[in-house]
Every structure is written in C-alpha cells, then in structure tokens.
C-alpha cells in the first residue's frame, strides 16, 4: 500500500451532498404537491438559467439504486440529501403523502444496506407553494408547519436515520428572497428579511425540541454556510467593518444556534435602527433551550471586507453593508470558471474558531466544491472530464482539514458538493460540480477523473 501523507482520523465521513429539489426530478409526480421553485418554473421560465427547471433533474427519485451503487463505488461511506417537505406533506400541512413515505424509507434503507450513512436535512431552500401564498417564513404558522413537518419525519423515519438536519444553509433565502432577489418572493426589504431569519432560528430550535421529545437516539444540527471574514488592512476602521459584517452574516446564526442567544451588539445595533423583528418572550426561552449536537459547515470561499469610503445614505433603506464594503483583494486566487475566490485556509480558520470560542463543537464539512461552467471542453475522446482543477482543490482544502484536526478541532467528515452534477436553483445546470457528470438529454452518467480519484482517497482514508 502506497504511504499517505494525510491520514484522516478512524471514521471519518467520506462523501457528497445534494438535496431533495436538486437531485430527485419527479416534480409532478408520486403524489407531490408543487414548492416555490416548481411554482416560480411555471411562471417565469426565463428567469432559470437555458429555461432548465426543477423538473430536469437527475432523477434521483427513479434511479437512486443506481446512483447509491456508483456512489458506494465511488468510496462513500457517508451522502447527505434532503427530504422534500411538499412531496411528504403537498400542501405543507395536513396530510402526509404515502407514496413519498415509501419512497424516502426505501431509499434509506438502500444507502443503510451500502453501508453508507444517510445524513437527513429536511429543508433545503424548498418551501411549499402554499405555504408561500400565506406569508412564507414571514409568518409565525410557518414556524409551526415546519415543526410538525420536521415531526413527523422524526416519527417516520427516526429508526433508520441517525443524522438529522433542520436546514441548509437559512442565510441564503433570507439574503436571496428578501435582499437579492435570487428566490421567492424577490423583495428588497430589511424588516422582511430580518423577520424571515429570526423563524428560520426559531423553526431550527422548534424542531430540535420536537426530536428531543421523542427520545431518539441520533443527532441533530443546522448547517450553516460560513465565510471567514479578512478585513482588507488593520487599520482600526478596516477591523470593525470586518467584525460587523461577520456579525450579521455568521454569528446572527452561529451564536444562537450554539450558544441559544442572538449576539447582543446585533440585537442593540438593530434596536438602535428600528429593524428588530417581532418575536414573542416565549421565543427565546425555545432558542435558549435547543441548540444543535452537531454543526454542518458549507465551505466555499472567504469574506473580504474594508470599510466604507463614502458613508451609507442616511436616508437609504436600511442594509447590513451599510456598515461595511467587499474588498476584491488584488492577487487573489480565483476559480475562473464560476467567479469565486479561492481560500483554502478559510476551512482551516473557521474550524479554529469553533474550537476556541464555540466549545469545539462536533462538525463536519457538508459542502465544499468547485463549480465549472462549460466543463464538457475538459473532457477526453471517451467523454470523462479530466477535473485535476478538482482535485487539486480538494486536496488543499483536506490538507487544512487534516491540520485542523491535528490541532483538536473535533471535525469528523468532508462531503463533496456534488455527487452527480446537480440542477442549482436560477443557476439550473450552469456550473458543474459533481465527481460524476451528467447528460441530462441521456440521463448518462460518466464518473470524472476527480471521482476516482476520491475513491482512492476515501478508501485509503487519506492522500
Ligand atoms: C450552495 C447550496 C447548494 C448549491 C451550491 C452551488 O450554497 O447549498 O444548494 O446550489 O451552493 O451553487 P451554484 O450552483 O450557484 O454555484
């Protein structure tokens, strides 16, 4: 056997994620009711990138024992994936949908008998169409229908799964559907969005207190995507720009999720400017009381800030930058193909964080990877992409992983973003990720170089 220069620790998580919405297709079928992206798909087809909708995806929802055998092939001992919250329940609350059930415990039970561990989120960006129509996570009876929908998971298949979730990466709707008109319902409005974050906090302890309640004996968690925040100098105004925008971008989630309480200066800066959401006493006693076992952290590239050379508008709506400004720092390492810096250190800083200042809580690694747009040119005569760009980048990012560990930080996996190239949202098919690549007119899939190489890699348990 060939000697390693990184050895990962016994057990640890060798993967992929994807999620529900991006892998299953099947959106008009098996009883499933119609989510914000089925809905927003049928109403504006343009906005989706080459008008590839939700429905295109790589049918994970017929194929998933073929693609649980090439990803056990591939090395896996680990996959995170999504349940779809409108094809359990249609309408978002009342009835649960049989044909689903059946479904997701078979497909369970597959990854279980390929001795591969399933790690359940149950909320991926997917919200149900009709929960939408009422207010979407802007209302409180929101909050209620994802802890009952979050319930009957647990009930359904709390036998099989060991690994919970609450959600992906709660920031991104709240950004995307209320600041940047990336998601539903495409506002721009701070009181909106800081509204939608606080009952995506309170949903994510909600739910921990149902699971809880029901004496199972797995894990749960949130999976936050986190960016380390470099000032652009260290100059004192450079400093606290970058303090202030990892306040309302990383520790507005993190601290409560972890600790149970919203960091004080964001409470009294929003305060100060009349943005604090409405939220009732009992809230924060739910919070205080539920914090996650374990943490998902998304890594993808870091955040660079200065401070602001003109001062906010006054009378402008209120935004986070106001306080601060993005930096694109001169030299740095970009991947060319999707318009993102690359920082491999960035993993290694932020798993140091959690050891020293979040009590060295448990967490893995649940998305890194590297988007490519137009990665067909990569391929050779026999169609498989030659990706050493992804290995490469994954190699630097485990190297920091590994030293991380080896200085205790208690981080026990890495899954990959993707498993096979996924449809991605208003982005649709547009970058590519996966260790397998996908024809989506075929539904042929071809593994990349980069996927045998991470199956050398996981079963060796190291490079
Ligand atoms: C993450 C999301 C994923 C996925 C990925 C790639 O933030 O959790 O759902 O979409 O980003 O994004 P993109 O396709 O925009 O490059």
Not at 68 to 90: D, E, V, Y
Not at 155 to 184: C, M, R, S
Not at 258 to 284: F, I, N, S
Not at 421 to 446: H, M, P
Request: proline share 5%.
């Amino acid at each position: 056997m060939k000697s390693l220069q990184y050895t990962f620790p016994e057990g640890f998580w060798w993967g992929s994620a994807t999620s529900a919405t991006q892998a299953e297709g099947g959106a008009g079928e098996g009883g499933k009711g119609f989510n914000v992206w089925d809905f927003w798909y049928q109403q504006e087809p343009d906005k989706f990138h080459n008008q590839i909708g939700p429905a295109d995806a790589s049918s994970f929802y017929h194929n998933y024992k073929n693609d649980i055998a090439l990803m056990k092939s591939l090395g896996h001992n680990s996959f995170r994936t999504s349940i779809s919250w409108s094809r359990l329940i249609p309408e978002g609350v009342g009835e649960v949908n049989p044909e689903a059930v059946t479904f997701y415990r078979n497909m369970i039970d597959e990854l279980k008998q390929n001795g591969i561990e399933p790690v359940i989120n149950l909320y991926h960006f997917d919200l149900p169409a009709p929960l939408m129509e009422q207010g979407g996570w802007e209302s409180r009876s929101t909050v209620k229908a994802f802890a009952d929908y979050a319930e009957q998971c647990f009930k359904l298949f709390g036998d099989q799964v060991n690994y919970w979730f609450t959600q992906n990466e709660p920031i991104v709707p709240v950004e995307a559907g209320y600041l940047n008109v990336y998601h539903l319902p495409c506002v721009v409005d701070f009181r909106r969005a800081v509204q939608v974050a606080h009952h995506f906090v309170l949903a994510n302890a909600c739910a921990i207190d149902r699971y809880r309640r029901l004496n199972l004996t797995g894990k749960i968690g949130i999976i936050l995507n986190m960016s380390p925040t470099y000032p652009r100098s260290q100059s004192p105004e450079d400093i606290e720009a970058a303090r202030l925008a990892d306040l309302f971008n990383t520790r507005a989630f993190l601290e409560p999720v972890t600790k149970g309480k919203y960091p004080k200066e964001l409470v009294a800066l929003l305060k100060e400017h009349e943005q604090l959401p409405k939220y009732e006493r009992q809230d924060l006693d739910v919070i205080a009381a539920n914090t996650i076992d374990v943490l998902g952290f998304n890594y993808y590239q870091p955040r660079r800030v200065k401070a602001r050379t003109e001062p906010y508008p006054a009378d402008a709506p209120f935004v986070p930058w106001k306080f601060y400004d993005y930096y694109a720092m001169p030299g740095r390492k970009m991947n060319k193909h999707r318009g993102w810096e690359i920082y491999e250190k960035g993993v290694y800083d932020t798993l140091l964080d959690l050891r020293d200042n979040y009590n060295n809580i448990e967490v893995y690694i649940s998305e890194n990877g590297m988007g490519v747009e137009g990665e067909m040119a990569f391929a050779n005569a026999a169609g498989e992409i030659q990706d050493d760009y992804r290995i490469e980048f994954i190699q630097d990012h485990l190297q920091w992983i590994h030293r991380a560990h080896t200085e205790g930080c208690n981080v026990r996996g890495y899954h990959l973003w993707t498993f096979i190239d996924c449809w991605s949202w208003l982005n649709a098919y547009k970058n590519r990720y996966g260790l397998v690549s996908l024809d989506l007119a075929t539904q042929t899939r071809t593994v990349k170089k980069s996927g045998h190489w991470f199956r050398e890699t996981a079963i060796n348990n190291g490079f």
